[in-house]
Nanobody, 120 residues
């Protein structure tokens, strides 16, 4: 009932930049929050950044000052600008969204994931 389409992953050298995008569509009445998690090989999935409906943002300490989360005016596409990338940022990045469906039920969806590899 909600589709999250991610794009923008890839291979980048240390110190480089990437921008991830995630577009939400479907039977959406409202979006309360969108964000990004990541999971590196052999590690647990961890929060990267979130943005809620009032524009407030939250970042993991490991990405503060390097990553910026934002959204479009419609509020259904979220972006993650990643600067000064490090090898330890290598992971599969997952988009998340939660809110209310047209049916009135609350939802929490994950995207399919996009690979980010930071390597020389």
């Amino acid at each position: 009932q909600v589709q999250l389409v991610e794009s923008g992953g890839g291979l980048v050298q240390p110190g480089g930049s990437l921008r991830l995008s995630c577009a939400a569509s479907g039977s959406i009445f409202s979006i309360n929050a969108m964000g990004w998690y990541r999971q590196a090989p052999g590690k647990e999935r961890e929060l990267v950044a979130t943005i809620i409906s009032d524009g407030s943002t939250n970042y993991a300490d490991s990405v503060k000052g390097r990553f910026t989360i934002s959204r479009d005016n419609a509020g259904n596409t979220v972006y993650l600008r990643m600067n000064s990338l490090k090898p330890e940022d290598t992971a599969v990045y997952y988009c998340i969204a939660d809110g209310t469906l047209l049916s009135g039920y609350e939802y929490h969806y994950w995207g399919q994931g996009t690979q980010v590899t930071v390597s020389s």
